[in-house]
């Protein structure tokens, strides 16, 4: 079944005016370009994690809060055919074009105050990955479900085959693409210190 994809700009938008935030002291908080933020909210860019963090972050408010459905307090099941019928999120990977893009599809989307994001990502193949690092605070752990992933950290390139996994801290600059021109699909859960 085809996701309806949710993209977060007109939530980034809500939270800010609702708070009575402008453009320019978004940017300023966040340490972002004024013309990034207004792309972001127009949904002419997608987000990659990096920047969305800062912006969360900049408006007071967890990252989960651009995607959230409804807030349950108690546990939140997933069920896997439930995932895959509900809409997913595209973020750019960080491309300088910003086209090139993974499907996120969140795993708590309803948990009240989680700390931690859990995704399955679905990372779409590229010849040539053209991108940027991104660092921002807390943690992350991939593992990989199917394919081939590569992980730049710092001054080095990881690479995963299926069933591999790595934990960093995000506070290294890093990006996270499939081997060239392969598909894959990860289990990604990033935690943000708030």
């Given at each position: ?62 990252l989960g809060t651009f995607m959230d459905d409804n807030d349950a307090l108690g546990p939140v099941v997933c069920r896997a055919e439930e995932r895959e ?110």
């Amino acid at each position: 079944m085809a996701n309806s994809n949710t993209v977060v700009g007109s939530k980034i938008k809500g939270i800010r005016e609702s708070k009575g935030l402008s453009l320019e002291e978004v940017a300023e908080r966040s340490g972002l370009s004024l013309d990034q933020i207004t792309s972001i909210e127009t949904d002419q860019n997608l987000p990659s994690l990096g920047p969305l963090i800062k912006i969360a972050r900049a408006l007071g408010v967890r990252l989960g809060t651009f995607m959230d459905d409804n807030d349950a307090l108690g546990p939140v099941v997933c069920r896997a055919e439930e995932r895959e019928s509900k809409s997913s999120i595209s973020f750019s990977n960080g491309a300088a074009d910003a086209r090139k893009h993974m499907e996120y599809h969140p795993l708590a989307q309803q948990k009240a105050g989680r700390h931690m994001e859990p995704f399955i990502i679905d990372i779409n193949p590229e010849e040539e990955p053209n991108f940027q690092l991104s660092a921002h605070e807390g943690e992350e752990f991939i593992y990989v479900m199917q394919g081939k992933v590569e992980i730049v950290y710092g001054k080095d390139t990881y690479s995963l085959k299926e069933g591999d996994s790595i934990f960093y801290d995000s506070i290294v600059k890093h990006h996270v693409h499939g081997a060239p021109g392969k598909s894959a699909k990860i289990l990604a859960v990033v935690y943000i210190p708030f």
